[in-house]
């Protein structure tokens, strides 16, 4: 029996270049289905979000151009470019939601839906803090990314990452992606892009992702939320709450025979 | 290609007038204003700058998935609700009010709803030939997977005592009498998760009207089922005042929850007031709550059968419409991109309509 290590993905915006081939090579691997030949209208991002049918995401975020951000022309938008995929939260909301088993942590700690076992309750939908999966009406099941782990077990890498041609996705041991992210980050720092930061919310009970960014301002241009919450640590109140309402049914029905109702 | 939208201007060849020439330079002069031209059927790409920011989220696309039941789920919130109440009023009917007749309509109340929450909820799957797959493990952090096995338990539980209670009509041994007994109480224990979990199920996710909830959503959903249930039964006939007392207390916390809702100025429940979601939820609330409350009050001093049948009906569409108001509040609520983004209202205003108008274009997308 291997030991196989936790992997991860580290996915540097500012090198990435918005060519999609890691869309592509997502959707021809994996064989997902189309999802949409559409134009939203509002940017160049005509995939607009991760979903059922599209495991990989490069978005384009757009905006003024200002000193340091974007090119030389004022006239012109400047484009950062991040590829989102799902986070393989080190505490997941939709495995911990899903009840028949579907969603499991895999050897290599990312998260996986079994499409054998999934029966398409979609309550793992509700439960993602990140609006990663999703079932697909036309199939039944929930999809959303593998990370490739039929790839891993053959000992390969995500094709998304294979495929990326500028290192902007990173595949590999998650302890050395972390140190290589801190590098980079110094790196950048350095080099006066002070706005660069990485995106991994460990402070809230998510604790920390394993598909972790590296981008440019806030979290918020990316529509990666600041305080992503697996909603599980909701339930003893929930469950509080449903004891409390079970002993008002009880004494309220005992109270009503006893007052009211001997026949 | 002769294609309607291409062929006509190539066949019709205009000649430019004062009028047309007017009309092209008010929209240049309104672009110059504004920045932005609209009209209808028009989607100004890229114009002016898009902007994705901390201000503006990423334009606005929603970053929550919208839950994805479909029309059997708000309907088992209510079955279920129903049901399960009915097993705890059948065993309080049968041991203290001595009404054997109203414990034994319960006890079939309680075993249909199971029956018809079973053919709900297996409807709504994706996979509904999959529906035991729900039974192969047991997962406390689940609220769905409790929610299957308290639904099994019940269920079973509930079509034993029916049965157990025909055959103790029958031939009235001890034995039988003591299953038939053990089986209603187990009936009744695992009907009180069973009438409210469902609550803990929809509060317990990242969707913000439900979440910020959790604290009131079982007893709300709880206290919904028990007067429908009394409902039900008032309807079938029984004239029991218990009934009548039971149903006026649970009207009483709706109307409670009802002032509350109204009362809370949280953003997350904006979906339970404003909207489509917003109008059924209220309606389900009066009609849950401060109606019925009047009516069975009314009741209390008068032997009108009308009054208690009136406030039955009330009850029971009211608890309808409070789940289906809830579950569209939770598609409402998943379409906010501004709250899980943390983005202040006001800031948020200038993106208004372009976000409204991506959540369209994404919800006819994905479909």
Known sequence: ?263 | MSNGKFSRSAERERVPDLASEQRLMSLRDEAERKGLVTATGIRPAGSPIPRASEETGYYGIPLLKEPQWTWEIPLYFFVGGAAGSSAVIAAMADWIGDDFELARHARWVATAGSALSSGLLISDLGRPSRFLNMLRIIKPQSAMSVGAWTLAAFGTFSAATTFAKLVQERWDFLPVKIVANLSQFASAISGLPFHNYTGVLIGATVIPAWNKNIETLPIHFGMSGVQSACSILELLGHENHALNILALLANTFETYEGFELERRTERELRPLKRGASGWITRAGGMLSGPLPLALRIAALFSDSKRIRQAAAISGIAGSLLTRYGWVQAGHASARDWKLPLEIPETEAAATRSIGEETAETLREKIG
């Open chain 1, 1 to 263: 029996m291997s030991t196989a290590i936790t992997t991860g993905f580290f996915t540097d915006s500012t090198l990435c270049i918005g060519c999609k081939a890691c869309e592509v090579a997502c959707k021809e691997w994996n064989d997902v289905s189309e999802d949409g030949l559409n134009w939203t209208g509002f940017s160049y991002d005509n995939t607009a979000v991760v979903g059922h049918s599209t495991w990989r995401h490069v978005k384009f975020v757009e905006n003024e151009t200002k000193p340091g951000l974007g090119g030389n022309a004022g006239d012109m938008v400047s484009w950062e470019f991040s590829s989102d995929v799902c986070k393989h939260c080190e505490v997941a909301g939709c495995l911990e939601a899903c009840p028949t088993g579907a969603i499991v942590r895999t050897e290599f700690g990312s998260v996986f839906v079994q499409p054998d076992v999934c029966n398409g309750c979609s309550y793992c939908v509700v439960g993602c803090p990140f609006g990663v999966v999703q079932k697909n009406p036309k199939d039944g099941r929930a999809f959303k990314c593998t990370f490739c782990t039929d790839r891993q077990k053959a000992g390969l890498e995500p094709a998304c990452a294979k495929a990326c041609p500028t290192k902007s996705i990173l595949f590999g041991p998650l302890d050395e992606l972390r140190l290589k992210a801190q590098t980079r980050l110094d790196e950048l720092h350095e080099r006066g892009m002070t706005d660069a930061n990485i995106y991994n919310p460990e402070h809230t009970n998510v604790g920390g992702i394993h598909a972790f960014f590296l981008i440019r301002g806030s979290e918020k241009a990316y529509n990666l939320p600041p305080n992503p919450e697996v909603p599980t640590k909701y339930l003893k109140k929930g469950w509080t709450s449903s004891a409390i309402g079970s002993a008002m049914l009880v004494a309220g029905a005992a109270l009503a025979f006893l007052v009211g109702g001997r026949s």
